[in-house]
């Protein structure tokens, strides 16, 4: 029997990626939805044959039953919706980045703390073949020790778009392009290698009056630097994650982006060997991840994001910009 999904904001990026690619889902189907447009509400209820609307998170908390619940509202809305899933039992998927802020990060650890709840936030990006791969490549020991490294995602966000309206207010959006695009390489690297000792970086405006356009942190280990780089100004073709060890090198050029990885090239001392991908949909793989991982206890299904990774993450983009 499939497990029964609500989504709370359901008319941003759940309408675009996450409900559509749960169309075809045998383990999960989406039961209800919540979010403050009715007429779109409306609108994504007939397109995808879901049962039920509300405008109000505490009704549909209330009266719906559910397995689990998605919260894809954008992050100045994280902490007041965590807050109201925190009082029923159900395990809960956020919509990246966790908060606004390393502090309200905090805050929503200590809100789900007590519970033992299971609990992910959507980065895509893990969910996915060539990520374990990357992963098992680095742990044989092929490439060597990897030493250093470069991760970005870059592109030309258009100021005229209605998620712009948020993405670019430092109150809503959280301040900058790390916030919104950049944390997604953040988060790949840290799935990687773990919590760095420590970060430095800088943020530029760049043309917007309060959110920071252009930002590179270096990721500081100890035995090697890895140097991700955010933006909101760039085209994307230079969206790449390049990883180089004493013994070879992981390169993966357009593979930061919301589609998945079709291509890695993998140099080692015996050549040079070109892994090739099948197009997956990595909204549909997050949700099914989860699923068989915490609610069906299959092992080797990915965790996905931790909150303690969720938290880092956001502590590490406060520090480059100082707060």
Known sequence: ????????????????RTIPALRDSEICEVTAIQGRNEEKLKKTCGEYGIGRYYLDAGEMLEKEEYDLIYIANPPFLHKEMIEKCAKTDAPIICEKPLARNHAEGMEI??????????????????????????????????????????????????????????????????????????????????????????????????????????????????DKDIAVHSSHTLPSQGNHLLLYGTKGCIEIFGGMSEKCIRRMDVTTGDGKRTIEYPEENLYKNEVEDFIRHYLEGETDACRGTTLPEAIAALRLIDEIRGA
């Not at 029997?1 to 759940?14: F, N």
């Not at 690297?189 to 800088?202: K, N, Q, S």
């Open 1 to 16: 029997m499939k497990k029964k999904m609500i989504i709370i904001g359901a008319t941003g990026s759940a309408y675009k």
């Open 109 to 222: 650890g200590e809100l789900l703390a007590a519970g033992g709840r299971p609990f992910m936030v959507a980065h895509h990006l893990r969910h996915q073949q060539a990520f374990s791969d990357i992963k098992k490549i680095i742990a044989s020991g092929e490439i060597g020790t990897v030493a250093s490294g470069w991760g970005q995602w870059g592109f030309a966000i258009n100021p005229e778009a209605p998620s712009s309206a948020w993405k670019l207010n430092k109150e809503l959006g959280g301040g900058g392009t790390f916030s919104d695009n950049g944390i997604h390489v953040v988060d790949f690297i840290l799935g990687l290698f773990g919590e760095p000792e420590r970060a430095i970086g800088v943020s530029r405006l760049d043309g917007f009056k309060e959110s920071f356009g252009n930002e590179t942190m270096l990721l500081l280990y100890g």
